[in-house]
């Protein structure tokens, strides 16, 4: 099972609510990842998770709260987004940390109103 | 530090036509490579990886690539492409010793299959 799971698929929020993002994988992976993607561009890095732990955080502003209560989830907490946070939030994990191949999810079509 | 470049923004090809997708990366050290395939509001699908070995890798969906050190590429090819592989395709290269916090992506080839 190569496959790494997000809910929801779509989300629409206005700029005072708070909303979370999930993901999660079986695929026994001890780095999870959380990237950005605005429309034809490439996935940006925000957080990457080893071993439950944040290890990166790309300087990514505090509106953004990851959390990783276990070795298969990986939450995004969402609170007081702007417009221009509006892209496709991607998840992604790999074997662990030094492992280049990363297994993506099919991401959440976030829009911020 | 290492980059990515795909030569091409967009690929216009007709079905059953070859392609052949360009990557140039830049690195001064040793490096993992991976083409990445998007299709419409979907996330990233592996097509294949270079980490060691033969230069040229099978992927998926009859993609291969060919590594090659002295030029610094790693083009993605298909001798007969589908409609269905109009997508979006991402080159991207990590360092085998740094992997984990840095898998740089190139800007991406938008392929475009038409009958």
């Known amino acids: 099972d190569t496959e790494v799971t997000q809910t929801p698929k779509h989300l629409v929020m206005g700029m005072t609510n708070k909303k979370s993002l999930k993901c999660e994988q079986h695929m026994g992976h001890r780095a999870m990842y959380w990237y950005k993607q605005k429309a034809k561009k490439p996935p940006e890095l925000m957080f990457v998770y080893s071993y439950e732990k944040l290890s990166i955080n790309e300087s990514v502003p505090s509106r953004f709260s990851p959390e990783c209560p276990n070795s298969s989830l990986l939450n995004l907490h969402l609170h007081a987004l702007q417009p221009e946070d509006s892209a496709l939030y991607l998840c992604?994990?790999?074997?662990?940390?030094?492992?280049?191949?990363?297994?993506f999810g099919p991401g959440t079509r976030l829009t911020v109103l | 530090a290492q980059s990515v470049t795909q030569l091409d923004s967009q690929v216009p090809v007709f079905e059953e036509a070859p392609v052949e997708l360009r990557c140039n990366y830049s690195s001064s050290v040793s490096v993992y490579l991976f083409w990445y395939v998007q299709y419409p509001n979907q996330g990233l699908q592996l097509l294949l990886k270079?980490?060691?070995?033969?230069?040229l890798v099978k992927g998926i969906n009859g993609f291969e690539a060919e590594f090659n050190k002295s030029q610094t590429s790693f083009h993605l090819r298909k001798p007969s492409v589908h409609i269905s592989d109009t997508a979006e395709y991402f080159c991207a290269v990590s360092d085998i010793y740094q992997a984990g916090t840095a898998l740089i992506f190139g800007k991406g080839t938008t392929l475009s299959v038409s009958s």
């Open positions: 992604a994990s790999s074997q662990d940390s030094m492992q280049g191949e990363r297994y």
């Open positions: 270079y980490l060691s070995g033969s230069t």
